[in-house]
């Protein structure tokens, strides 16, 4: 079974700096993905960023990325230039390829001061 | 663009009413879920389904019976409500990629909170 960890219920950070939200994840798995999920206040989840463990470079999306260390299993989101409209729960999330059913840790709740 | 719809964003029942929770996707994903969200323990997986009339538990299936007779829509039965089934329900649905990527995205309904009274 896997599990996903996230140690940080709830994090802050001031507008327009960086944020690093932390995940660990344990899997005995050789095929899997890894995902983080927005979820805004009373909006629907999204996907913020996916990564394939068979990559080797980190994912990129706008002012997202990951730090995606295999033998550590850690992957963590970087929020560059934050906004306030980043502030939501964000679940990291591992899925071992071909079940398509995620594992989800417990959420981190991103605070974004003006 | 992908739709998920659930029937309600809130609701209150009683102890003991059967509650039915519905959710629609439009975008003819093969998977479907419901999950459970409580605050400190993130999602909670109650059931899954690959395929019209396939079901399969998830981690918390007790208390919950689901029905998935068409492809769009899956629907989470509450038999008897109890207090301790009020929480906020997340529906979501997949696509499974039969010749590409093993894994694909979840996209989610805007979910339904529950309280049973």
């Known amino acids: 079974a896997q599990t996903v960890t996230q140690s940080q219920p709830e994090m802050s950070v001031q507008e327009a700096e960086t944020v690093t939200l932390s995940c660990t994840y344990d899997t005995s798995e050789s095929d899997y993905y890894l995902f983080w999920y927005k979820q805004p206040p009373s909006r629907q989840m999204i996907l913020v960023i996916r990564?394939?463990?068979?990559?080797?470079q980190n994912a990129t999306e706008n002012r997202f990325s990951v730090n995606f260390q295999k033998a550590a299993k850690s992957f963590s989101l970087k929020i560059s230039d934050s906004q306030l409209g980043d502030a939501a729960m964000y679940f990291c999330a591992s899925e071992t390829g071909g079940s398509y059913i995620p594992t989800f840790g417990r959420g981190t709740s991103l605070i974004v001061h003006p | 663009d992908v739709k998920v719809t659930q029937s309600s964003r809130y609701l209150v029942k009683r102890t003991g009413e059967k509650v039915f929770l519905e959710c629609v996707q439009d975008m003819d994903h093969e998977n479907m879920f419901w999950y459970r969200q409580d605050p400190g323990l993130g999602l909670r997986l109650i059931y899954f389904?690959?395929?019209?009339?396939?079901?399969e538990k998830g981690d918390i299936p007790e208390g919950y019976s689901v029905s998935r007779e068409k492809k769009e829509r899956f629907s989470l039965i509450l038999e008897s409500a109890s207090t301790n089934q009020t929480s906020m329900y997340l529906c979501?649905?997949?696509?499974?990629?039969?010749?590409?990527?093993?894994?694909?995205?979840?996209?989610f309904g805007p979910g339904t909170r529950l309280t049973v009274t």
């Open positions: 990564q394939e463990a068979y990559k080797q």
């Open positions: 979501a649905s997949s696509q499974t990629g039969l010749a590409g990527p093993s894994s694909y995205e979840q996209y």
């Open positions: 389904s690959y395929d019209v009339k396939m079901k």
